[in-house]
Protein backbone atom coordinates (compact mmCIF):
# COMPACT_ATOMS: atom_id res chain seq x y z
CA UNK A 1 0.00 0.00 0.00
CA UNK A 2 1.61 3.57 -0.82
CA UNK A 3 2.64 5.47 1.98
CA UNK A 4 0.58 8.70 2.52
CA UNK A 5 1.60 12.08 0.60
CA UNK A 6 1.87 15.34 2.29
CA UNK A 7 -0.34 18.23 1.27
CA UNK A 8 0.64 21.87 2.29
CA UNK A 9 -2.26 24.18 2.60
CA UNK A 10 -1.78 27.74 1.33
CA UNK A 11 -3.68 30.33 2.30
CA UNK A 12 -3.34 34.53 1.49
CA UNK A 13 -4.86 37.85 1.60
CA UNK A 14 -4.15 38.48 -2.34
CA UNK A 15 -3.27 36.25 -5.15
CA UNK A 16 -0.07 37.44 -5.81
CA UNK A 17 1.06 36.69 -1.74
CA UNK A 18 -0.60 33.26 -2.64
CA UNK A 19 1.08 32.37 -5.60
CA UNK A 20 4.06 33.44 -3.78
CA UNK A 21 3.69 30.98 -0.82
CA UNK A 22 2.85 28.49 -3.31
CA UNK A 23 6.24 28.68 -4.73
CA UNK A 24 8.27 29.05 -1.53
CA UNK A 25 7.01 25.56 -0.36
CA UNK A 26 9.27 22.93 -0.34
CA UNK A 27 8.96 19.21 0.39
CA UNK A 28 5.37 19.14 -0.60
CA UNK A 29 3.76 16.18 -2.76
CA UNK A 30 0.49 18.33 -3.06
CA UNK A 31 -0.68 21.74 -2.39
CA UNK A 32 -3.71 23.16 -1.14
CA UNK A 33 -4.75 26.73 -2.73
CA UNK A 34 -7.46 28.12 -0.58
CA UNK A 35 -8.73 30.62 -3.20
CA UNK A 36 -11.79 31.75 -0.87
CA UNK A 37 -8.75 33.36 1.26
CA UNK A 38 -7.96 35.99 -1.30
CA UNK A 39 -9.69 39.02 -2.02
CA UNK A 40 -9.31 38.56 -5.88
CA UNK A 41 -9.33 35.13 -6.68
CA UNK A 42 -8.28 34.13 -10.24
CA UNK A 43 -7.95 30.82 -11.13
CA UNK A 44 -5.49 31.00 -14.08
CA UNK A 45 -3.22 32.93 -12.02
CA UNK A 46 -3.33 29.99 -9.18
CA UNK A 47 -2.50 27.70 -11.67
CA UNK A 48 -0.18 29.12 -14.08
CA UNK A 49 3.25 28.27 -13.40
CA UNK A 50 3.43 25.33 -10.46
CA UNK A 51 6.18 23.31 -10.24
CA UNK A 52 3.47 20.66 -7.99
CA UNK A 53 0.02 19.54 -7.85
CA UNK A 54 -2.26 21.40 -6.21
CA UNK A 55 -6.07 20.94 -4.84
CA UNK A 56 -7.99 24.01 -5.63
CA UNK A 57 -10.25 24.81 -2.57
CA UNK A 58 -12.93 27.55 -2.39
CA UNK A 59 -14.39 27.20 1.35
CA UNK A 60 -17.64 28.60 1.63
CA UNK A 61 -18.27 30.38 4.95
CA UNK A 62 -21.30 27.47 5.71
CA UNK A 63 -18.55 25.14 5.96
CA UNK A 64 -15.99 26.77 8.03
CA UNK A 65 -14.32 28.68 4.69
CA UNK A 66 -14.46 32.42 4.10
CA UNK A 67 -15.77 32.97 0.75
CA UNK A 68 -18.70 35.23 1.67
CA UNK A 69 -19.91 35.68 -2.57
CA UNK A 70 -22.52 34.01 -4.41
CA UNK A 71 -22.46 30.27 -4.66
CA UNK A 72 -22.76 30.75 -8.57
CA UNK A 73 -19.69 32.64 -8.34
CA UNK A 74 -18.06 29.89 -6.40
CA UNK A 75 -19.41 27.79 -8.73
CA UNK A 76 -17.79 28.79 -11.38
CA UNK A 77 -14.41 29.17 -10.26
CA UNK A 78 -14.40 25.87 -9.22
CA UNK A 79 -15.36 24.73 -12.80
CA UNK A 80 -12.59 26.76 -14.47
CA UNK A 81 -9.97 25.52 -12.08
CA UNK A 82 -11.42 21.68 -12.96
CA UNK A 83 -11.46 22.64 -16.88
CA UNK A 84 -7.92 24.58 -16.69
CA UNK A 85 -6.15 21.23 -15.73
CA UNK A 86 -5.91 21.29 -11.69
CA UNK A 87 -4.75 18.25 -10.67
CA UNK A 88 -7.93 18.43 -8.15
CA UNK A 89 -10.81 19.90 -7.29
CA UNK A 90 -12.50 20.42 -3.58
CA UNK A 91 -16.10 20.66 -4.00
CA UNK A 92 -18.26 20.41 -0.51
CA UNK A 93 -20.79 17.20 -0.02
CA UNK A 94 -23.34 19.98 0.87
CA UNK A 95 -22.98 22.30 -2.09
CA UNK A 96 -25.65 21.69 -4.78
CA UNK A 97 -22.95 21.25 -7.35
CA UNK A 98 -24.18 17.96 -9.01
CA UNK A 99 -23.32 18.71 -12.10
CA UNK A 100 -19.59 19.75 -11.69
CA UNK A 101 -19.42 15.66 -10.61
CA UNK A 102 -21.53 14.73 -13.48
CA UNK A 103 -19.34 16.76 -16.16
CA UNK A 104 -16.07 15.17 -14.39
CA UNK A 105 -17.11 11.75 -13.79
CA UNK A 106 -15.92 12.36 -10.48
CA UNK A 107 -12.42 12.61 -11.49
CA UNK A 108 -9.86 14.87 -10.17
CA UNK A 109 -12.70 15.43 -7.46
CA UNK A 110 -12.21 15.75 -3.97
CA UNK A 111 -15.65 15.47 -2.11
CA UNK A 112 -15.67 16.83 1.20
CA UNK A 113 -17.31 17.03 4.24
CA UNK A 114 -16.66 19.18 7.42
CA UNK A 115 -18.49 18.82 10.79
CA UNK A 116 -17.11 21.15 13.51
CA UNK A 117 -18.60 19.86 16.43
CA UNK A 118 -18.64 16.03 16.33
CA UNK A 119 -17.80 12.97 15.03
CA UNK A 120 -21.36 11.89 13.33
CA UNK A 121 -23.14 8.73 14.49
CA UNK A 122 -22.73 7.02 10.86
CA UNK A 123 -19.47 7.86 10.06
CA UNK A 124 -19.09 4.75 7.90
CA UNK A 125 -22.85 5.38 6.15
CA UNK A 126 -21.57 8.94 5.32
CA UNK A 127 -18.16 8.01 3.69
CA UNK A 128 -20.26 4.98 1.82
CA UNK A 129 -22.59 7.70 0.54
CA UNK A 130 -19.66 9.84 -0.42
CA UNK A 131 -18.62 7.49 -2.10
CA UNK A 132 -21.30 6.55 -4.11
CA UNK A 133 -21.16 9.45 -6.16
CA UNK A 134 -17.96 8.25 -8.03
CA UNK A 135 -15.68 11.28 -6.53
CA UNK A 136 -12.12 10.13 -7.00
CA UNK A 137 -11.34 10.89 -3.62
CA UNK A 138 -13.52 11.41 -0.48
CA UNK A 139 -12.36 13.35 2.36
CA UNK A 140 -13.96 13.32 6.03
CA UNK A 141 -12.75 16.29 8.87
CA UNK A 142 -14.66 16.26 11.96
CA UNK A 143 -14.20 18.07 15.22
CA UNK A 144 -13.20 15.43 18.01
CA UNK A 145 -13.95 15.85 21.83
CA UNK A 146 -11.83 13.54 23.40
CA UNK A 147 -8.94 10.88 22.22
CA UNK A 148 -10.84 8.11 21.89
CA UNK A 149 -12.91 10.15 19.11
CA UNK A 150 -9.62 8.90 16.49
CA UNK A 151 -11.06 5.56 16.69
CA UNK A 152 -14.25 5.35 14.86
CA UNK A 153 -12.00 7.22 12.18
CA UNK A 154 -9.60 5.04 12.00
CA UNK A 155 -12.32 2.17 11.61
CA UNK A 156 -13.55 3.79 8.44
CA UNK A 157 -10.03 4.16 7.17
CA UNK A 158 -9.55 0.68 7.85
CA UNK A 159 -12.47 -0.43 5.47
CA UNK A 160 -11.83 1.60 2.46
CA UNK A 161 -8.00 1.49 2.64
CA UNK A 162 -5.60 4.36 1.08
CA UNK A 163 -6.35 2.71 -2.88
CA UNK A 164 -9.77 3.20 -2.46
CA UNK A 165 -9.28 7.22 -2.37
CA UNK A 166 -9.90 8.53 1.31
CA UNK A 167 -8.91 11.07 3.55
CA UNK A 168 -10.03 11.39 7.44
CA UNK A 169 -9.17 14.43 9.82
CA UNK A 170 -9.56 14.61 13.06
CA UNK A 171 -9.83 18.38 13.77
CA UNK A 172 -8.99 20.21 17.47
CA UNK A 173 -6.27 19.12 19.75
CA UNK A 174 -7.30 15.40 20.28
CA UNK A 175 -6.78 14.83 16.44
CA UNK A 176 -2.88 14.82 15.81
CA UNK A 177 -2.73 11.45 15.75
CA UNK A 178 -4.55 11.38 12.39
CA UNK A 179 -2.21 13.59 10.78
CA UNK A 180 1.02 12.37 11.85
CA UNK A 181 -0.58 8.55 11.64
CA UNK A 182 -2.23 9.23 8.75
CA UNK A 183 -1.73 5.61 6.99
CA UNK A 184 -3.22 4.11 9.62
CA UNK A 185 -6.37 6.03 8.98
CA UNK A 186 -6.42 4.83 5.49
CA UNK A 187 -5.78 8.49 4.55
CA UNK A 188 -4.05 9.36 0.64
CA UNK A 189 -2.64 11.98 2.44
CA UNK A 190 -2.61 14.34 4.86
CA UNK A 191 -2.61 18.27 5.65
CA UNK A 192 -0.39 20.88 7.00
CA UNK A 193 -0.93 24.31 7.36
CA UNK A 194 -0.79 27.42 9.96
CA UNK A 195 -4.08 26.60 10.90
CA UNK A 196 -3.66 25.88 14.43
CA UNK A 197 -7.34 26.16 15.41
CA UNK A 198 -8.80 23.13 13.58
CA UNK A 199 -5.60 21.24 14.67
CA UNK A 200 -3.37 21.94 11.84
CA UNK A 201 0.77 21.30 12.73
CA UNK A 202 3.66 22.96 10.31
CA UNK A 203 5.19 20.54 7.14
CA UNK A 204 8.25 21.39 9.08
CA UNK A 205 7.17 19.69 12.23
CA UNK A 206 5.49 16.34 10.56
CA UNK A 207 8.84 16.18 8.38
CA UNK A 208 11.71 16.72 11.14
CA UNK A 209 9.87 16.35 14.30
CA UNK A 210 7.49 13.24 13.38
CA UNK A 211 9.66 12.52 10.44
CA UNK A 212 6.29 12.22 9.15
CA UNK A 213 8.02 10.13 5.43
CA UNK A 214 9.81 7.58 7.33
CA UNK A 215 6.39 6.21 9.06
CA UNK A 216 4.89 2.95 8.34
CA UNK A 217 2.34 0.64 9.61
CA UNK A 218 5.04 -1.17 11.82
CA UNK A 219 6.54 2.12 13.15
CA UNK A 220 6.25 2.32 17.36
CA UNK A 221 4.42 4.45 19.06
CA UNK A 222 4.52 5.97 22.03
CA UNK A 223 3.47 9.40 23.44
CA UNK A 224 2.19 11.74 26.25
CA UNK A 225 -0.81 11.05 27.91
CA UNK A 226 -2.24 14.29 30.16
CA UNK A 227 -3.85 16.79 29.59
CA UNK A 228 -3.13 19.79 28.27
CA UNK A 229 0.26 18.41 26.82
CA UNK A 230 0.37 21.14 23.85
CA UNK A 231 3.50 22.97 25.70
CA UNK A 232 5.35 20.09 26.54
CA UNK A 233 8.66 19.33 25.01
CA UNK A 234 8.54 15.16 25.81
CA UNK A 235 7.51 14.63 22.54
CA UNK A 236 10.54 16.90 21.00
CA UNK A 237 12.70 15.52 23.32
CA UNK A 238 11.93 11.38 22.56
CA UNK A 239 11.68 12.11 18.94
CA UNK A 240 14.86 13.25 18.59
CA UNK A 241 16.25 10.63 20.48
CA UNK A 242 14.29 7.93 18.46
CA UNK A 243 15.73 9.34 15.33
CA UNK A 244 19.51 9.72 16.68
CA UNK A 245 19.40 5.96 18.02
CA UNK A 246 18.04 4.91 14.39
CA UNK A 247 14.55 3.26 16.14
CA UNK A 248 11.28 2.75 13.78
CA UNK A 249 9.34 5.15 16.63
CA UNK A 250 7.63 7.99 16.78
CA UNK A 251 6.26 9.97 19.80
CA UNK A 252 3.13 11.84 19.49
CA UNK A 253 0.95 14.43 22.20
CA UNK A 254 -2.39 12.37 23.84
CA UNK A 255 -3.98 14.93 25.34
CA UNK A 256 -6.61 12.34 27.25
CA UNK A 257 -10.07 13.68 29.15
CA UNK A 258 -9.68 10.79 31.19
CA UNK A 259 -7.48 7.13 31.82
CA UNK A 260 -9.97 5.47 29.87
CA UNK A 261 -9.66 7.82 27.22
CA UNK A 262 -6.15 7.11 26.68
CA UNK A 263 -6.43 3.49 27.63
CA UNK A 264 -8.84 2.82 24.00
CA UNK A 265 -6.73 4.82 22.22
CA UNK A 266 -3.99 3.14 23.21
CA UNK A 267 -5.08 -0.35 22.71
CA UNK A 268 -6.78 0.10 19.75
CA UNK A 269 -3.62 1.42 17.73
CA UNK A 270 -1.17 -0.57 19.50
CA UNK A 271 0.79 2.38 21.44
CA UNK A 272 3.87 0.27 22.90
CA UNK A 273 4.49 2.82 25.99
CA UNK A 274 3.82 6.25 27.29
CA UNK A 275 4.68 8.93 29.55
CA UNK A 276 1.99 10.25 31.63
CA UNK A 277 1.43 13.75 33.46
CA UNK A 278 -1.29 16.11 34.94
CA UNK A 279 -3.91 15.08 35.85
CA UNK A 280 -3.79 11.03 34.98
CA UNK A 281 -0.80 10.00 36.90
CA UNK A 282 -3.06 8.10 39.86
CA UNK A 283 -5.98 7.51 37.56
CA UNK A 284 -3.61 5.44 35.29
CA UNK A 285 -1.99 3.69 38.24
CA UNK A 286 -5.47 2.58 39.54
CA UNK A 287 -5.91 1.07 35.93
CA UNK A 288 -2.68 -0.64 35.03
CA UNK A 289 -2.19 -4.43 34.93
CA UNK A 290 0.96 -4.51 37.35
CA UNK A 291 3.40 -1.98 38.95
CA UNK A 292 6.90 -2.25 40.76
CA UNK A 293 7.34 -1.77 44.46
CA UNK A 294 8.17 1.86 44.31
CA UNK A 295 5.37 2.63 41.97
CA UNK A 296 3.33 1.17 44.21
CA UNK A 297 4.55 2.97 47.60
CA UNK A 298 3.79 6.42 45.47
CA UNK A 299 0.92 5.38 44.45
CA UNK A 300 0.88 7.16 41.14
CA UNK A 301 3.20 6.51 38.03
CA UNK A 302 4.53 8.45 35.22
CA UNK A 303 5.72 5.89 32.67
CA UNK A 304 3.64 2.71 31.08
CA UNK A 305 5.19 -0.11 28.84
CA UNK A 306 3.08 -2.08 27.20
CA UNK A 307 4.18 -6.12 27.40
CA UNK A 308 1.98 -8.64 25.33
CA UNK A 309 -1.20 -6.49 26.03
CA UNK A 310 -0.56 -5.80 29.53
CA UNK A 311 0.01 -2.02 30.56
CA UNK A 312 2.88 -1.75 33.63
CA UNK A 313 3.35 1.10 35.29
CA UNK A 314 6.65 2.63 36.71
CA UNK A 315 7.63 5.82 38.14
CA UNK A 316 10.72 7.19 37.04
CA UNK A 317 10.16 10.54 38.37
CA UNK A 318 12.17 9.45 41.58
CA UNK A 319 15.60 9.34 39.97
CA UNK A 320 14.67 12.12 37.52
CA UNK A 321 14.22 14.26 40.82
CA UNK A 322 17.15 13.60 42.39
CA UNK A 323 19.74 13.00 40.30
CA UNK A 324 19.91 16.95 39.87
CA UNK A 325 19.71 17.44 43.72
CA UNK A 326 22.19 15.25 44.87
CA UNK A 327 25.36 16.85 43.00
CA UNK A 328 24.27 19.67 44.73
CA UNK A 329 23.20 19.33 48.33
CA UNK A 330 23.69 16.70 51.45
CA UNK A 331 19.84 15.73 51.80
CA UNK A 332 20.40 13.63 55.39
CA UNK A 333 18.48 15.92 58.16
CA UNK A 334 17.27 18.25 55.81
CA UNK A 335 13.99 19.56 56.46
CA UNK A 336 11.82 19.69 52.90
CA UNK A 337 8.46 21.55 52.52
CA UNK A 338 6.43 20.05 49.23
CA UNK A 339 3.85 22.13 47.43
CA UNK A 340 1.67 19.97 46.17
CA UNK A 341 -0.22 16.54 46.74
CA UNK A 342 -0.57 14.84 43.22
CA UNK A 343 1.53 12.05 41.38
CA UNK A 344 4.44 14.28 41.17
CA UNK A 345 4.53 15.28 44.61
CA UNK A 346 3.90 11.84 45.71
CA UNK A 347 7.13 10.92 43.84
CA UNK A 348 9.04 14.17 45.23
CA UNK A 349 8.07 12.42 49.48
CA UNK A 350 9.33 8.87 48.48
CA UNK A 351 12.35 10.57 46.86
CA UNK A 352 12.95 12.79 50.05
CA UNK A 353 12.28 10.28 52.78
CA UNK A 354 14.83 7.85 51.46
CA UNK A 355 17.33 10.10 51.19
CA UNK A 356 17.41 11.30 54.84
CA UNK A 357 15.03 14.30 54.45
CA UNK A 358 11.85 15.37 56.84
CA UNK A 359 9.44 15.65 54.79
CA UNK A 360 6.06 17.73 55.03
CA UNK A 361 3.80 18.30 52.29
CA UNK A 362 1.62 21.31 52.14
CA UNK A 363 -1.23 21.94 49.71
CA UNK A 364 -4.52 23.91 49.74
CA UNK A 365 -6.79 21.01 50.07
CA UNK A 366 -6.21 19.30 53.34
CA UNK A 367 -7.75 16.01 52.24
CA UNK A 368 -5.89 15.45 49.85
CA UNK A 369 -2.93 16.63 51.36
CA UNK A 370 -3.28 13.93 53.93
CA UNK A 371 -4.54 11.25 51.61
CA UNK A 372 -0.75 11.45 49.86
CA UNK A 373 1.07 12.12 53.00
CA UNK A 374 -0.73 8.31 54.26
CA UNK A 375 0.81 6.82 50.88
CA UNK A 376 4.16 8.16 51.10
CA UNK A 377 4.61 8.57 55.03
CA UNK A 378 5.13 12.06 54.82
CA UNK A 379 3.72 14.23 57.06
CA UNK A 380 1.43 17.07 56.25
CA UNK A 381 1.79 20.95 57.04
CA UNK A 382 -0.11 24.10 56.44
CA UNK A 383 -0.41 26.05 52.96
CA UNK A 384 1.68 28.09 52.73
CA UNK A 385 4.40 26.73 54.87
CA UNK A 386 6.08 28.56 57.83
CA UNK A 387 8.75 30.89 57.48
CA UNK A 388 11.88 29.21 58.35
CA UNK A 389 10.45 25.77 58.56
CA UNK A 390 12.19 24.64 55.66
CA UNK A 391 15.79 23.69 54.26
CA UNK A 392 14.45 22.32 50.70
CA UNK A 393 11.51 23.74 48.69
CA UNK A 394 10.00 21.83 45.98
CA UNK A 395 7.25 23.30 43.78
CA UNK A 396 4.99 20.18 42.43
CA UNK A 397 2.01 22.61 41.52
CA UNK A 398 1.66 23.87 37.76
CA UNK A 399 1.38 27.33 39.28
CA UNK A 400 3.79 29.49 37.11
CA UNK A 401 3.29 26.91 34.30
CA UNK A 402 2.87 28.77 30.41
CA UNK A 403 0.48 30.54 30.25
CA UNK A 404 0.47 31.83 33.65
CA UNK A 405 3.94 32.79 34.08
CA UNK A 406 3.32 35.60 36.22
CA UNK A 407 2.06 33.62 38.77
CA UNK A 408 3.98 31.86 41.60
CA UNK A 409 2.78 28.93 44.84
CA UNK A 410 4.58 31.42 47.40
CA UNK A 411 5.41 34.98 48.57
CA UNK A 412 8.73 35.77 47.56
CA UNK A 413 8.93 37.31 51.37
CA UNK A 414 8.58 33.47 52.54
CA UNK A 415 11.61 32.11 50.43
CA UNK A 416 13.67 31.83 53.76
CA UNK A 417 15.51 28.39 53.50
CA UNK A 418 18.17 26.94 51.47
CA UNK A 419 17.23 25.62 48.22
CA UNK A 420 14.06 26.27 45.90
CA UNK A 421 13.26 23.17 42.81
CA UNK A 422 10.55 23.77 40.93
CA UNK A 423 9.15 21.06 38.66
CA UNK A 424 7.59 23.70 36.34
CA UNK A 425 10.13 23.96 32.92
CA UNK A 426 8.01 25.90 30.46
CA UNK A 427 9.19 28.55 31.05
CA UNK A 428 12.59 27.42 32.52
CA UNK A 429 13.28 30.74 34.52
CA UNK A 430 10.22 30.68 36.65
CA UNK A 431 8.90 33.86 38.72
CA UNK A 432 9.30 31.65 41.26
CA UNK A 433 13.39 30.49 40.77
CA UNK A 434 13.61 34.27 39.92
CA UNK A 435 12.27 35.29 43.47
CA UNK A 436 14.28 32.34 45.32
CA UNK A 437 17.73 33.63 43.80
CA UNK A 438 17.05 37.01 44.86
CA UNK A 439 16.61 36.16 48.33
CA UNK A 440 19.66 33.99 48.30
CA UNK A 441 18.36 30.54 47.91
CA UNK A 442 19.52 27.82 45.17
CA UNK A 443 17.54 27.40 42.51
CA UNK A 444 16.69 24.15 40.40
CA UNK A 445 14.74 24.24 37.90
CA UNK A 446 12.27 21.65 36.21
CA UNK A 447 14.28 21.02 32.83
CA UNK A 448 16.89 19.02 34.95
CA UNK A 449 14.56 16.79 36.23
CA UNK A 450 12.72 16.36 33.04
CA UNK A 451 15.50 15.44 31.13
CA UNK A 452 16.60 13.13 33.59
CA UNK A 453 13.52 10.98 34.29
CA UNK A 454 12.72 11.16 30.32
CA UNK A 455 15.98 9.39 30.17
CA UNK A 456 14.98 6.40 32.30
CA UNK A 457 11.99 6.09 30.02
CA UNK A 458 13.51 5.40 27.00
CA UNK A 459 16.02 3.19 29.04
CA UNK A 460 13.14 1.17 30.13
CA UNK A 461 11.21 0.98 26.57
CA UNK A 462 13.63 0.38 24.06
CA UNK A 463 16.94 -1.01 26.52
CA UNK A 464 18.82 2.14 24.91
CA UNK A 465 20.58 4.62 26.94
CA UNK A 466 19.82 8.10 24.87
CA UNK A 467 22.95 9.63 23.73
CA UNK A 468 24.51 12.71 25.57
CA UNK A 469 22.90 15.67 25.17
CA UNK A 470 20.61 14.85 22.88
CA UNK A 471 17.52 15.46 25.06
CA UNK A 472 18.26 18.58 26.60
CA UNK A 473 19.36 20.40 23.43
CA UNK A 474 15.66 19.31 21.86
CA UNK A 475 14.00 20.85 24.86
CA UNK A 476 15.64 23.74 24.92
CA UNK A 477 15.23 24.03 21.18
CA UNK A 478 11.54 23.70 21.86
CA UNK A 479 11.01 26.14 24.37
CA UNK A 480 12.90 28.58 22.19
CA UNK A 481 10.78 28.38 19.27
CA UNK A 482 7.17 28.17 22.08
CA UNK A 483 8.84 31.46 22.78
CA UNK A 484 9.07 32.82 19.45
CA UNK A 485 5.29 31.78 18.63
CA UNK A 486 3.89 33.03 22.07
CA UNK A 487 3.49 36.09 23.95
CA UNK A 488 5.28 36.08 26.48
CA UNK A 489 8.26 37.07 28.42
CA UNK A 490 10.31 35.61 31.01
Keep these: MPKPLLCVTVTAPTMAELRRQRD ?36 PEWEGGRFKGAEEDRRRLLADAWALGAEYVDIESRARFDDLLAQSGGRRVVLSYHDFDAVPVDLAGLVQAMRSTGAEVVKVAVKTARLSDC ?106 VSADDAMTFGRAFGVKGVSVTIPHKIALFERVD ?12 NTIRVIDGRWVGANTDVEGFLRPLVDRVALPGWKASILGCGGAARAVAVALSSSGCHVRIHARNRQR ?39 TPIAAA ?66 AEFMRHEDYVV
Design 369 to 407: AEEAGLVTSAEVGPYPPARGSWDLLVNCTPVGMYPNVDA
Design 290 to 301: EVDAVTRRIGAL
Design 24 to 59: EVVDADLIELRLDSVSDPDVAGALAGRRRPVIVTCR
Design 151 to 256: VPLRDVGALAGRQAGLVVIAMGPFGLATRVLAGRFGSMWTYAGSDHEVGQVSAASLLNEYRFRSLTDATDVYGLVGLPVSHSVSPAMHNATFATTGLDAVYLPLPA
Design 414 to 479: DLTGRCVYDLVYNPTGTRLLRDAARAGCQTIGGLEMLVAQAHEQFHWWTGLRPPAGVMREAALKQL
